[in-house]
């Protein structure tokens, strides 16, 4: 058995929890600028609102305006809310891609060491059966079926 096999798991090990944090960072980074923009839309519009407060020059153009506003934030908020899915789905997709990429490196550095010490069939199986629910996309977890 090779002698340096601990402290070459421990680096593999080491480097996937880095690539882990990495990619966690990378979707805080990506859903803190998805809400850096709707922030910016949202004083945008208030300063809209402000606006048409002030250049209101009668009681009936006044009256109108909080119905105005409201049929426009609704229409925004929509629109917000679409950001928001299409910002989820997006960052939910570069971080799975991110670790199925993380945990193939990590694979291929154990399957060295192992392949170093002569253990590397036994180690290629269990991780291919560990990772199958994740790089199999249509298949479902097997389980007990409810009666």
Not at 109 to 131: H, I, K, L, N, R
């Amino acid at each position: 058995m090779n002698s340096e096999l601990p402290i070459q798991l421990y680096k593999a090990n080491a480097e996937l929890q880095l690539q882990i944090t990495r990619l966690l960072q990378e979707s805080g980074h990506h859903w803190l600028e998805a809400m850096q923009q709707l922030s910016a839309g949202g004083v945008l519009e208030t300063t809209s609102r402000i606006q048409n407060l002030q250049q209101a020059a009668d009681w009936q153009a006044l009256a109108t305006l909080p119905s105005e506003v409201f049929w426009r934030l609704c229409q925004g908020h929509m629109g917000d809310t679409q950001a928001v899915g299409r910002a989820a789905a997006k960052s939910q997709a570069a971080f799975a891609d991110g670790l199925r990429e993380a945990l193939t490196t990590w694979q291929a550095s154990v399957s060295e060491v192992f392949g170093a010490s002569g253990g590397t069939a036994s180690f290629a199986q269990f991780f291919q059966q560990w990772t199958q629910p994740w790089t199999a996309p249509g298949a479902a977890p097997q389980g007990k079926a409810k009666k």
